[in-house]
């Protein structure tokens, strides 16, 4: 059985987050496990989910999808 993948989608327009998804709803793996309308939303979410990727908006209000992205690899090393 193939593995599901768990992916969070981050960004500040609806329009985009619902053209990914509807681009990517063809592959039966994936699987949008929370939309963030905001970097700080999607780090809430992934600091008590586990997740396997992360689509992300690299110009948001507030935190960036740049400083998002350094935030996780920071908690998250391995």
Same mark, same amino acid.
């Given at each position: 059985?193939?593995?599901?993948?768990?992916? /969070?989608?981050?960004?500040?327009?609806?329009?985009?987050?619902?053209? /990914?998804?509807?681009?990517?709803?063809? #592959?039966?793996?994936?699987?949008?496990?929370?939309?963030?309308?905001?970097? #700080?939303?999607?780090?809430?979410?992934?600091?008590?989910?586990?997740?396997?990727?992360?689509?992300?908006?690299?110009?948001?209000?507030?935190?960036?999808?740049?400083?998002?992205?350094?935030?996780?690899?920071?908690?998250?090393?391995?």
């Amino acid at each position: 059985m193939d593995k599901e993948i768990k992916i /969070v989608i981050a960004d500040d327009h609806q329009m985009f987050i619902d053209g /990914v998804k509807s681009l990517l709803s063809k #592959e039966k793996k994936l699987n949008f496990v929370h939309e963030a309308a905001n970097a #700080e939303d999607a780090l809430s979410y992934i600091r008590k989910n586990e997740i396997d990727l992360l689509i992300t908006d690299m110009s948001m209000p507030g935190m960036s999808g740049t400083e998002l992205t350094k935030k996780i690899k920071q908690e998250f090393r391995k």
